[in-house]
């Protein structure tokens, strides 16, 4: 059979992915086993305003292998996809496009006509992720395609919001939150990411005791707070002060009087031990205010600019105007005793960078002390979830849920879950299902809706069990009695507190279960530098122009290559291999199919073999298979790559090929021909099979190629199923087929035949130069070599093999050891120019010794080797050890032509 000289890795993938949607081969439903076990997966819902990135296709892939292989193996499968709301990203996007298209803001159109607008947006731009979602290749269930906004998710998060509240577990209060100026927003803490200044100021204030002449220094970063001071602190122990307790300070700019006040909380070390108490702008000031009953003074407004409380001289001032103001007049009145440098970590807003301000604000949070407790009885009782790898996420996991705080919920957003609650004009409040609900529990329709929405999170921890049709009301369908608990969650490290946690917290209250058995922390896609990507950085990788360049499959396999939960530097290089690897099997495939006359596809083939090479090669695959599903049943992806690389490229297409090439090409008919091409495909066959979860488009269309494959051998719960490979039944192995003997009587001819072609290749002897070959050998040895005399001969290009049991061989001999303690030498005369290639060998070794020194002056530079890429370190290691291996077999090879 003839097929491309080679792979077109687009056309199969747009060809393919069309044929298994249309085919309905990602829902479970295809599976036809009444009995068959089930396995599921959600994914991890983008971002409906995003498009892929590196990081996405890193954690689809994972899941998409877990997924392809479960459905091989006979599971019911079910692959959940879905997008995320994103409120507060997806408000800002519209707003911008608001502004460009009308040159409006929301206010001016109202909430109901911007959500309106929103909802536009999201029918017309939405898909964009999902779209490329079906460009990964990703085996996900569109029929069950889920969007946190679906009104059976939305009631779900109505239903969990109104039982927490009854429950007492929701409550609104006044307290100290992380406020976006800019997004004008608050923000949970996980969401505020720590920048250091390095050249932050500390400002140390003098403020006058009443009645004395006394000043007290206090030291601050954020001088333009003190206009809201309720008090100073100093620590009851700190002999300094001790006598200032109970005396009130003149504050200064403000006109008014303020008390001094004994503290624990406060560090005796920081600043002068004095600290100036502002409880509506600071986390700790607030509690300290709250056990000193102190009075709580915002001097903000929501954009950081002072309000009336912070005088009228500074009112309407931008917060850090109004910080030069406030020293200035410091400055002035002769207040300020110093400016020191000062290195501090600002509270950042992740998303516009904004510095966070703590505010006094009215918000929603959830009371966290009995939903952490069901989480961490779950982890001290089950160990469960269980991580991988388990070092260091199960502790980090653990600590955060010991010292876990209230969750602030509301957003002052339009976009998203609005909170389910309702004001009268007494300001009472309701909380209710529905509108009509709070009315009858108010007893009037003049209600207003509480104007925030949920945080994005709140919908995202329900995912697990919204998403199968839970919704309170209804909390048992067909999907979740199969499909929950799911079997494993894929995530980053950066959302285990965000989501995972919450997850769990979220599935053990509504639903009483887990939400999922085992959690994999898949590592962060670096730059070639080792540097974390950024848009700011422009050091991002497109997935989508690595697809067009090097195709999804080798994209995907590369992804699947790294090591689980650890940090890797992106690498074109490595795609390129990979693609190399694709192109690789293909030209193997195309070879077995140029040579298929009379073969077909048949198991049996596999049982009855008699040569070496045969049950050598069979053992391979079994020995392959058995360890390929040990390494995707405990989620060793790196593994499982090198896995597959090494039996498709080493043992199947540089060795086995080669071994039985004159016997499948051979022009003679006959039934042994036959039935090493039948052979031949069959390993093929089985071993695309095993390839397939990594790279679904190369195999299918490989596969779809191979004489008289068909739904017969799929897996026998998708017997009726148009055939594919995506359904054959993944092959677990048979302990039958393996053949120690075979595997280490082979290994020690192929060690023999590469000693031989690294001598040619060392020595510089001609291809067309077929030399003699002594081996030294035991008996047990010397009958091997002798029965592979003929593959010998023929793989290493030699005239002769002479075998003993000791070498006579003259001095100018090439030699080398095997395993095993035999030896071979190459006779070099009339092989080569002794004079001309022992001074190319000496030219070789001095080059390799100038590179070996520069090497090792960078590995001995302290700075050079703690600032590098840890990767790179490592790759002038490698480098340095391969030097000195060289270095050692030139050595003996000059010693051979003196």
Known sequence: MEIPKSYNPKEAEATHYQTW????????????NPNAKPFSIVIPPPNVTGSLHIGHALQHTLMDVLTRWKRMLGYRTLFLVGVDHAGISTQLMV?????????????????????????????????????QIRREGLSVDWSRERFTMDESLSKAVREVFVRLYEEGWIYRGKRIVNWCPKDKTVLSDLEVKEETKKDG??????????????????????????LGDAAVAVNPDDERYRDLIGKTIELPLTGREIPIIADEYVDTNFGTGAVKITPAHDPNDYEIGLRHDLPQISVMNQDATMNAEAGAEFEGLERYKAREKVVEKFEELGLLEKIDDYEMVLPVCERCKTVVEPFLSEQWFVKMSEMRDLALDLMRTEESPHFYPRVPHEKVYTVWLENLKDWTISRQLWWGHQIPAWYDEAGNIYVARTKEAAMEQAKTAKLMQDADVLDTWFSSALWAFSTLGWDGETTETEDLKLFYPTDVLVTGRDIIFLWVSRMVMSGLKFTGEKPFKDVIIHGTVLDKNGQRMSKTKGNGVDPLDVFDKYGVDATRITLAGSSTGVDFAWRDEKVESFRNFANKIWNATRFCLMNSEGAKVDAASLTNAESLNDRWIISRLNKTTFALNKALATYQFHEAVQILYHFFWDD??????????????????????DAARTRILTILEQALRLLHPFMPFLTEELWQKLPEVSSKLHNDAYQNAPQTIMLADFPTGDAALTDERAESEMQIVIELISKVRNIRAEMNIKPGDKPAIHVAANIDLQKIFQSNEAQILKLARAEKLQIAESLDVPKASAKAVLTGGAEIALPLEGLIDFAKEGERLKNQFEKLNVEGERLNGQLSNRSFVEKAPEEKVSDLRARIAEINLQKRALEQNLDALL
């Open 21 to 32: 949607e249309a085919n309905n081969c990602f829902a479970p439903e295809i599976n036809e």
């Open 201 to 226: 100021k500390l400002f140390y204030l003098n403020y006058p005791v009443k009645d004395s002449d006394v000043k007290l220094t206090v030291a601050t970063t954020r001088p333009e707070t003190m």
């Open 95 to 131: 707003t911008r496009q608001l502004k460009k298209d009308e040159h409006k803001m929301p206010p001016d159109i109202g909430r109901e006509a911007f959500v309106e607008k929103v909802w536009a947006w999201k029918n017309r731009y939405g898909d964009t992720i999902t779209n």
């Open 652 to 673: 199947f297409c540089d060795w086995y090929i080669e071994l039985v090439k004159d016997e499948i090409t051979s022009d003679t008919v006959n039934t042994k021909r």
